[in-house]
């Protein structure tokens, strides 16, 4: 008996086996309650035609999309459309729908109340275990989280105690004597400021980079070709504090009271008499050296021999409800070294402690004399109190050429110290603004007057001159003293139209031509080839190193969006391209590496347990170095998974994620895991890659792009999970870094017009045109790994990425090449690895040339050449996908498009004959 089935029930039983068929391979999704199949906005296979004949009978939808022949069906759609029109990359376009997680739709314009609110406030998960560092604590009666990466973050630790901390613009060295009187007699806190000129500074022509020296050896130079670093002199105490009470070996020394911007040094001693102690507020920006005295004889000496003491007058508003018992004493050095010492004695109860905002008027307590001592090196001069002391003592460093404000400032707010600082932040209709709400405490309620870094200045709202009083940093020029107890700072600039692509909002995407569009895809289809885990060419997650892993990770992530943009991002190549990345990523959320990431409870954060191994094993990561470089490419990895597979974004793994984050990125002091910005620091404006690991040049960063990647991809995870805290803290960091790093890392030869970079870092050091290490002691023009010029300048374009667009100025960037690497001598000092990198760099300004340079060699069937240019964590296909992307007009020059994308501009990557396409009318 025959059935008779009926067309229309024929074509449904066909559509649903084809549908089950081609589920199973990915290439079904559900878009905003539409099923989508990837045939209508890829290159695929279609072997029995089944597609075409159903659209065709109208059982499913066909899309237009400008610029490309949809419903072009079959294995010749595989090889490359024939046809003039420009291709149009196929990720763009789609629906988005603003409640879709997965979507980067963000509302515009953007305001944000507060974009300080928590990552997250549970416990982490997906993390191994949790263990005990091997770093104990030098931090007293603090518990955990405790910063790492912070300006006095050297007293962190046993080991770190007699290094400095930099406050800006004072340096503080705990100095723990000797019990011989001989060489070096002090025990206390030892001052040094740089001064208002540069005669403190050296510059030399072999680096200390990788030194514990604490100074510059070997000759200063004029010469510009020969200078490789700058810094402070680090020759001798400039001011030492202490008190006739502390004997070494007994007397002690410790931290308290930490914060992001704050610590609490000190002094400790007990005698007949009984306990004495010397705290010291550290504070960044602070206008003077505050110690505070209990119940000990001040002591002031310097190494240089004492040549004058003299009780001076002070000026200034100084009555409030009667005359203030200051007293006010210059004491000079050497004939040169001149300190001011205002001493305020201050109520004391043995049972209550200080009251500072009540001075005690026992004037007495606040006279100073001279003392002889005597060494095994002969007799000396020292400045010691005629009693012991109860009260505020406050210490400033008197600058050469006389300046009436000088007088003023400080005259004015003495009895006033800072106590710390937090951070606010917001943004309004695409306008970036934090604020410094800084703390104090002292004599007279008045508002603090803090030392603002040039950033700081061209940023500040409502911002004055009042004085004209700077003094010198460091490493990042003049600071300028402000009053205010609140900085309010604004960023216009912040870098919201830049995702995922490398073409910006505005830009939109490009139209290939057809041999750029096939070159492209020849590159992308080598890559989808290899298993994330492990390639030719790639660490793989599974290597020890998590900064490795993570490259590896975020590799294979812009593979990904290349995917995207060649077959479509809903497109069965796509799919498996995303699902390979989720099982590569899987190792972490699942604990599958031969070292996993483990929960660090002793200062709280997650860390490569690979460190119980060794601790400088993975660039020290269990000494918490380079957190933001480590996380920000898994961050990042993520973000492509989650903007591109909302099924992955479960709710564990944006745990896993959110923890990361947090680790390098917590923005509250409510998240009682992790410690707030462990590696940014809002005073500075860029992040500390140097943790735990001591060092007397302080803290320093090697990598700015790294340090932008980070922030960059805490603003892309903020979008595709619509967390528009995360997504506004980001871009403000962005907009914060790009003013910093070019301020305080870029120098030039031929300023632009108006730009005056000689004002932040001296002449003979300029030739090097970027300091390759910041310190927050001195600059190097090297790196940790060599001192090649193609590492100097590589490590701080990797990863290419479209934040770079923003970040970097490409007249400088073509300055540096000009220097640099414009000869064939100069290119071959280059190693081969690197030069991809040095290029994708040159693209900023010169795009063209470099598509040229990558086609030399190029082979499709055997990409080897073209590939050993570029570095393990790299992608060729993206690298090309960049290069169009970045062209003039976007995959075109000013004469139509790109008409020698390939080997002697005669073949494309197929094999067929290039043919010169024009831009459309």
Same mark, same amino acid.
């Given at each position: 008996?025959?059935i008779r089935?009926?067309?229309p ?6 559509t ?7 589920k ?7 878009v905003?309650g539409?099923?989508?199949?990837d ?10 035609g ?5 659209a ?13 022949e949809?419903?072009d069906y079959?294995?010749g759609?595989q090889?490359?459309?024939?046809t ?6 196929a990720?763009?376009?789609?629906p988005?729908?603003p409640?879709d ?7 515009r314009?953007?305001s944000?109340?507060?974009i ?11 993390i191994?275990q ?8 030098a ?5 955990p ?15 770190g105690?007699?290094?400095p901390?930099?406050?800006?613009p ?20 030892s ?6 000129y540069?005669d403190?500074?050296a510059?030399t ?7 514990d ?5 070997g ?15 680090f ?6 504090i ?5 004997v070494p070996g ?5 931290v308290?009271?930490t ?11 007990r005698d007949?008499?009984?306990p ?12 003077y050296?505050t ?21 001076i007058?002070?000026?200034g508003?100084?009555l409030?409800d ?6 006010k ?6 004939g040169?070294?001149?300190?001011w010492?205002?001493m ?12 500072w905002?009540e001075?005690?008027?026992?004037f007495e307590?606040?006279?100073l ?8 090196e002969?007799?000396?001069m ?20 006389y300046?009436p404000?000088?007088d003023?400032?400080?005259d ?8 710390g ?16 709400v ?27 001159d009042?004085?004209?009083q ?30 995922l692509f ?5 830009e ?22 290899e ?6 060419n ?9 900064y490795?892993a993570?490259k ?6 812009n593979t990904?969006?290349?995917a ?8 069965s190549t796509?799919?498996r ?6 099982t ?8 599958? /590496?031969?070292?996993n +990431?483990?929960?660090? !409870?002793?200062?709280g954060?997650? $860390?490569? =347990? *690979?460190?119980?191994?060794?601790? &400088? ?16 490419y ?8 989650? /903007?591109?597979?909302? +099924?992955?974004?479960t !709710?564990?793994n944006?745990?896993? $994620?959110? =923890? *990361?984050?947090?680790?390098?990125? &917590?923005p ?5 895991f ?7 620091d809002?005073?500075h404006?860029?992040s ?5 690991d ?5 803290r ?13 991809a805490?603003?892309?995870w903020?979008?595709?999970?619509n967390?528009?805290d ?5 871009a403000?960091?962005?907009a ?14 031929t300023?632009p017009h ?11 050091y ?15 023009t ?33 300055e540096v ?8 001598e ?11 990198t ?8 010169d795009p063209r040339?470099v598509?040229?340079?990558f ?10 050449l073209v ?7 790299a992608?060729?296909?993206y690298y090309?996908l960049?290069l ?17 994308a390939?080997?002697?501009?005669t073949?494309?990557?197929?094999g067929?004959?290039?043919k010169?396409y024009?831009?459309d009318?």
């Open positions: 008996m025959l089935i009926k067309p029930l024929l074509v449904a039983i066909f649903a086996v084809y549908l089950h068929i081609q199973a391979a990915c290439d079904i999704y559900e905003n539409q099923v989508r199949i045939g209508w906005d890829a290159i695929d296979y279609d072997p029995w089944w597609r075409s004949t159903m065709k009978l109208g059982y499913m939808p066909t899309m237009k999309r400008e610029g490309i949809t419903m079959g294995r759609r090889y490359g459309v024939r003039d029109e420009p291709y149009q990359p990720a763009t376009g789609e988005r729908n409640k997680p997965a979507s980067n739709a963000v509302p314009p953007l944000v109340e507060n300080m609110t928590p990552v997250d406030t549970g416990r982490p998960l997906l191994a949790w263990v005990e560092s091997p770093i104990c604590p931090v007293l009666g603090q518990r989280p405790i910063s790492t990466n912070k300006f006095w973050s050297n007293w962190a630790t046993v080991d105690l007699s290094y901390v930099y406050t800006q004072y340096m503080y060295r705990f100095d723990h004597g000797t019990t011989d009187g001989s060489k070096r007699p002090f025990w206390g806190m001052i040094n400021q740089p001064g208002q540069r403190d500074f510059y022509s072999h680096s200390d980079a990788l030194k020296s604490g100074h510059f050896t000759p200063d130079s004029n010469r510009e070709d020969d200078t490789k670093h700058y810094g402070v002199k020759l001798g105490q400039h001011f030492h202490s008190a006739k009470e502390f007994i007397s002690n020394f410790y308290k009271n914060t992001e911007m704050f610590a609490m040094a000190v002094l400790t001693s007949k008499e009984g004495g102690s010397i705290k010291f507020p550290l504070c960044q920006g602070a206008v050296v110690a505070l005295f209990d119940n000990l004889t001040p002591v002031f000496e310097s190494e240089d021999p004492l040549t004058n003491l003299t009780r007058e002070l000026v508003q100084l409030k009667g005359e203030l018992p200051i007293q004493w210059e004491l000079e050095f050497g040169i070294e001149r300190w010492v205002y305020i004695p201050t109520i004391h109860d043995r049972n209550t402690g200080y009251d905002s001075p005690s008027y026992h307590s606040s006279q004399r001279v003392e002889n001592i005597t060494t095994k002969g007799t000396r020292r400045v010691v109190g005629t009693h012991r002391f109860h009260g505020i003592v406050q210490v400033v460093h008197f600058l050469d050429g300046n404000g000088f003023f400032l400080h004015d707010q003495v009895g006033r110290f800072c106590t600082a937090k951070v606010r932040g917001r943004i309004v209709d695409d306008v970036g603004y934090y604020g410094i800084w703390q104090s405490d002292g004599l007279r309620d008045k508002e603090l007057a803090v030392y603002a870094f040039p950033h700081h200045r061209e940023t500040l709202c409502g911002y004055k009042q004085l004209g700077k003094m010198r940093s460091t490493v990042k020029g003049e600071m300028t003293a402000v009053f205010g107890n609140t900085w309010k700072l604004k960023e216009p600039d912040l870098p919201l139209k830049f995702g490398p073409w910006t909002e505005d939109g995407p490009p139209k290939f031509s057809r041999p750029a569009f096939n070159t492209i895809k020849a590159a992308l289809d080598e890559e989808l080839k298993t994330f885990d492990m390639s030719w790639d660490p793989g997650p599974n290597h020890d190193s998590v490795w993570g590896s990770l975020a590799k294979h992530a990904c969006i290349t995207a943009a060649i077959y479509g991002q809903f497109s796509m799919c391209c995303l699902e390979k990345l989720a590569a990523f899987a190792r972490f959320t699942t604990n599958r /590496r031969t070292y +990431l483990v929960f660090d !409870e002793t200062w954060g997650i $860390v490569n =347990s *690979l460190g119980f191994e060794g601790l &400088n094993l993975d660039y020290g990561n269990m000494m918490y170095n380079d957190h933001h470089f480590h996380y920000g898994i961050v990042y990895a993520a973000a492509v998974l989650a /903007r591109f597979d909302r +099924l992955w974004l !709710e564990k944006k745990n896993f $994620v959110h =923890s *990361l984050i947090r680790d390098y990125n &917590n509250s002091s409510a998240d009682p992790f410690p707030v910005f462990r590696n940014f809002w005073f404006g860029h500390w890659a140097h943790g735990l001591e060092q007397y040049d302080g320093d960063q090697e990598s700015t792009s790294e340090d932008a990647f980070a922030s960059f805490i603003k892309l903020g979008e595709v999970t967390r528009h995360m997504l506004g803290r980001g403000l960091m962005l914060v870094q790009k003013r910093a790093i070019n301020k305080y890392f870029v120098m030039w030869k300023p108006g730009y005056r970079d000689e004002d932040i870092h001296p002449r003979p300029h030739h090097n045109l970027f300091a390759s290490i910041a310190f927050e002691g001195k600059l190097d090297t790196t940790f790994f060599g001192h090649n010029r193609a590492f100097i300048h590589g490590i701080h374009i990797v990863p290419v990425s479209p934040i770079m667009k923003f970040i970097k100025d490409k007249r400088h960037v073509e090449h000009k220097t640099f690497f414009a000869t064939d100069d290119w071959d000092k280059v190693p081969n690895d690197w030069k991809g040095l290029m994708m760099e040159k693209a900023l300004y040339s598509w040229d340079w086609m030399t060699g190029w082979d499709p069937k055997n990409q080897t590939r050993s240019h570029i570095d393990q964590g992608s060729l296909s090309l960049t169009v992307a970045w062209g003039e007009s976007p995959g075109q020059d000013s004469n139509g498009f790109w008409d020698q390939l080997v002697n501009g073949r494309d990557a197929m067929s004959p290039v010169v024009k831009p009318p």
